[in-house]
């Protein structure tokens, strides 16, 4: 419990540094995008392949990677209905903030820091599923619905997911492990030092990205996507965690991981398709700081 705490005491003070850091104009929040790309390119994969690069995929594992595609695709429909009157634009903007869960740049520090090794083994398996929900069907969401009204193809789908470095770093991974190769200890002396930095930089980067400025109009739909999200997954999570018959960790991963905020992807998407790119930002911070609350309080019970 006290290491839970300390951990969670740990990232409310980096987070706040990098928040402090651009409220005074030293570090500048379009300065995020460069620390971004240094995250998901390189100190991510890095901390992938220095994890999970001796893994044994057990049949829980392959369960978590099933269930993070299959409550991507579930939730994803049950928001397209709810949200089925509205218009296209307005749909499609709404539609995109319910699916995907933050979990290379929130949840790993945390994980990290509370369980180790141990725990990105299994986050990172519901981040495969998560992964192709994030870059497949929720980019398929938004360009369904953008007012150009352009449809992907099945090619240009597959082609989004394999320029995600995070989710060909899981590939890679998941096919070593099943043909039995072995990394040369060098390569994996490399990655892990650079993936020391993941927890560190995720953190300051969340803190940049922060902002409290909000517009009345949004509420209302803000209210409706945040509370399908936390409402379905907080039913479903602790659902499984009182009835699945597996070990704790499993039951951890899926109670916190239906808890995470959205995606980072959905402010860039909301760039691309011309949404309303303040009420999105507006709905991401929140999720931040509603799924840092929440995961605090449940983690207090349960660790």
């Known amino acids: 419990m006290e290491n839970f705490n300390t951990q969670f ?11 402090f850091f ?48 299959f409550y991507g695709v579930l939730i994803s429909i049950i928001g397209l209905f709810l949200f089925r009157n509205e218009a296209n634009k307005q749909k499609g903007m ?31 398996m519901f981040d495969i599923g998560n992964a192709i929900v994030t870059f497949g069907i929720s980019y398929l969401i ?17 082609g989004k997911l394999g320029r995600s470095i ?17 990394i040369p200890h060098q390569i994996i002396d490399v990655t892990s030092t650079i993936s020391k930095a993941n927890m560190p930089l995720s953190l300051l980067l969340l803190g940049i990205y ?5 517009e009345k109009n949004h509420w209302k739909g803000i209210g409706r996507v945040l509370g399908i999200r936390y409402g379905t997954g907080l039913f479903l999570g602790v659902l499984a965690y009182f009835l699945w018959p597996a070990e704790d960790m499993f039951r951890y991963t899926i ?36 799924s840092f609350f929440l995961i605090w309080m449940i983690g207090n019970l349960i660790v």
């Open 94 to 124: 709404l539609g995109m903030l319910i699916p995907g869960f933050n979990i290379g740049i929130f949840a790993y520090p945390l994980v990290q820091g509370i369980w180790g090794a141990e725990g990105i083994k299994y986050f990172g």
């Open 255 to 290: 109670l916190i991981c239906l808890i995470l905020p959205m995606a980072s992807s959905v402010l860039p998407y909301s760039v691309e398709f011309k949404y309303n790119q303040r009420f999105v930002g507006t709905a991401a911070n929140l999720s931040i700081v509603i």
């Open 166 to 182: 995070p989710l060909m770093t899981y590939v890679f991974i998941f096919f070593i492990s099943i043909v039995g190769f072995e």
């Open 210 to 214: 922060l902002n409290f400025s909000f």
């Open 142 to 158: 938004d360009s369904y619905y953008s007012q150009e009204g352009s449809v992907l193809s099945a090619k240009q789908v597959v």
């Open 22 to 69: 651009k409220q005074r104009n030293i570090i500048k929040e379009k300065d995020g995008e460069g620390l971004a790309r240094i995250i998901f390119n390189i100190t991510l994969p890095c901390l992938i392949i220095t994890t999970l690069h001796n893994v044994i995929i057990e049949k829980s594992l392959l369960i978590l990677v099933f269930l993070g595609l």
């Open 9 to 19: 005491l740990y990232s409310v003070i980096i987070i706040g540094i990098g928040y």
